[in-house]
C-alpha cells in the first residue's frame, strides 16, 4: 500500500480513531464506491458461522457459550483460533481446520443462500450510477466464491479484499484502505456496508462512512460510532436513496 494512502487513515493497531472532524460526518460528499462487507451485509448467514464455530470449538475443550462466540466472531478465521486457544496450533492447523469449518457451513447454507432483500436492484441501480464497487470481507477466498459463483454476482465487483489480501483484519482499516486503493478512489468517497461494530470500527479507522444493516447485531451496540449514515433492515430501504444523490 503506497504512503499516500497510508496517510488517508490511522492505520494503527485495532482501536485508533479520527476525530469527526477529519472524517466529515454526515455530510453530503461525492461517493464514488460502496464496499461491501460478506457475511451478514449481502447475505444473512452469520447464524450459520456462530453455530459452526460454537460446535467446533467446544468440541476442542473451549467450553465457550453461544454470546460468547458471537463476540468472538470477527476477523480471520485463524485469529479466532488463536484467541480462543493461544499458542495450541500451527497455522497449517489453524488453516486445515479454518476449511474444514467452512466447508461445514457451505453444506448446511447452501440451500438457504440469497442475497438479502434488495440486494439484487440495489447493486443493479449503483452499477447504473457509475458507483464502483468492491467486497471488504475477512472470509477466506473459498467462502467469497461461493458467494459471488453461486449467486452470480461476481459482475458487479472489480475488487476483492480477502482474509488473504491483508496482515491486518477489521477493526484494523487495511481491508477497506485496499479497496479504496485497488478502485482508485479516496477513502472519503467511499461507503461501506456492514453488520458489526468491528466492521463500523474498521470503515471509521479508514476515515469512511458506513451504512449499517441489522442482521446480527441491534443499534445500541454501535453508538460509540460517528461514522454511520443510517441502519437499515434490507436493501429495499428508501434511506439508501440519498447515496445516489449528488453534492
Known amino acids: 500500500m503506497s504512503e499516500n494512502w497510508r496517510h488517508a487513515s490511522c492505520l494503527k493497531p485495532a482501536n485508533c480513531h479520527l476525530s469527526t472532524a477529519n472524517i466529515q460526518l454526515k455530510t453530503m460528499m461525492h461517493t ?120 452470480n454476482i461476481r459482475r458487479y465487483f472489480s475488487t476483492i479484499v480477502s482474509a488473504e489480501s491483508v496482515k491486518e483484519s477489521k477493526p484494523h482499516p487495511e481491508t477497506y484502505l485496499l479497496c479504496a486503493e485497488q478502485l482508485g478512489v479516496a477513502p472519503h468517497n467511499c461507503i461501506v456496508f456492514e453488520d458489526a461494530p468491528k466492521g463500523v470500527e474498521a470503515a471509521f479507522n479508514a476515515g469512511m462512512r458506513c451504512v449499517v444493516i441489522n442482521t446480527m447485531h441491534t443499534e445500541d451496540e454501535f453508538t460509540s460510532y460517528q461514522n454511520i449514515e443510517c441502519f437499515i433492515d434490507d436493501y429495499h430501504d428508501k434511506q439508501l436513496l440519498k447515496l445516489f444523490e449528488k453534492p
Request: aromatic share 10%; net charge negative; proline share 2%.
Open 32 to 151: 464514488s464506491a460502496f464496499l461491501f462487507d460478506l457475511n451478514g451485509t449481502m447475505i444473512n448467514d452469520m447464524d450459520f458461522h456462530i453455530r459452526a464455530w460454537h460446535r467446533i470449538l467446544n468440541d476442542l475443550g473451549a467450553n465457550i457459550g453461544m454470546e460468547e462466540v458471537k463476540r468472538e466472531c470477527y476477523g480471520k478465521n485463524g485469529e479466532l483460533l488463536e484467541r480462543i486457544f493461544p499458542g495450541r496450533y500451527s497455522e497449517e492447523e489453524k488453516d486445515t481446520m479454518s476449511y474444514a469449518k467452512e466447508a461445514a457451513y457451505q453444506q448446511e447454507f447452501k440451500p438457504m443462500l440469497k442475497l438479502i432483500d434488495g440486494l439484487d436492484s440495489f447493486l443493479e441501480q449503483a452499477g447504473q450510477h457509475k458507483i464502483q464497487m468492491a467486497i471488504g470481507s475477512a472470509a477466506i477466498m473459498y467462502n467469497i466464491d461461493f458467494v459471488l459463483d453461486g449467486l
